[in-house]
């Protein structure tokens, strides 16, 4: 099934969804959200930011601002936005993010993990190397103890903080890095 087809079939499971059991219901949430994604990972970046800020509204009136499933779609608000290469609405909604998964979910939860590695992008693309230089260490850090330093994921991370590096001309930092992934210099 193309994207395309998905969007159509969750816009129309959406309107059912919305008929039979209200915005409110959580099966109509997930629904909303299905689609933003698919609309978001199909480059249709305007009317996800459409259907993830209603989901948004609707998730906080149901879950309240300190909740996971609020807090997922404003981190998804977060790619959208930086996939849009607006960094600074990004930042803020990956700042929004990780403040709440640090408060309900603590600093080592794979998703406040995942929100310092967004933002220590997000700092890289602003040019901001100071803070980047602090955020991708933390989230390094939570990478391996979560998921082993081979893990693709954790790969990506220290591809990011080398790009971080040599772009703010910090080469004693990269030789660090370089050292402790040494896949880095292959």
């Known amino acids: 099934m193309s994207n395309l087809e998905r969007i159509e079939n969750y816009s129309y499971l959406l309107e059912r969804c919305e008929k039979a059991l209200r915005e409110k219901n959580v099966v109509t949430l997930e629904t909303l959200n299905a689609l933003a994604w698919d609309l978001q990972?199909?480059?249709e970046y305007e009317e996800a930011i459409k259907f993830n800020e209603?989901?948004?509204a609707v998730k906080m009136k149901v879950f309240g601002e300190d909740h996971k499933q609020t807090l997922n779609t404003l981190n998804n608000l977060g790619v959208v936005y930086k996939n849009?290469?607006?960094y600074e609405k990004a930042?803020?909604?990956f700042e929004s993010a990780f403040?709440?998964?640090e408060k309900i979910l603590g600093m080592n939860h794979p998703d406040?993990?995942?929100a310092v590695k967004n933002m220590a992008v997000i700092y890289t693309h602003l040019k901001d190397f100071?803070?980047?230089e602090e955020l991708f260490p933390r989230a390094l850090e939570g990478l391996e103890a979560q998921l082993r330093k081979d893990d693709v994921k954790t790969k990506q991370c220290a591809l990011n903080f080398r790009w971080c590096l040599e772009l703010s001309g910090n080469s004693d930092r990269l030789i660090?890095?370089?050292a402790s992934y040494p896949w880095l210099n292959e």
């Open 54 to 56: 209603r989901c948004l």
């Open 91 to 93: 930042l803020g909604y």
């Open 112 to 114: 406040t993990v995942g």
């Open 99 to 101: 403040e709440g998964y």
């Open 130 to 132: 100071r803070k980047a």
């Open 84 to 86: 849009l290469k607006n």
């Open 41 to 43: 990972s199909d480059g």
């Open 176 to 178: 660090q890095l370089i």
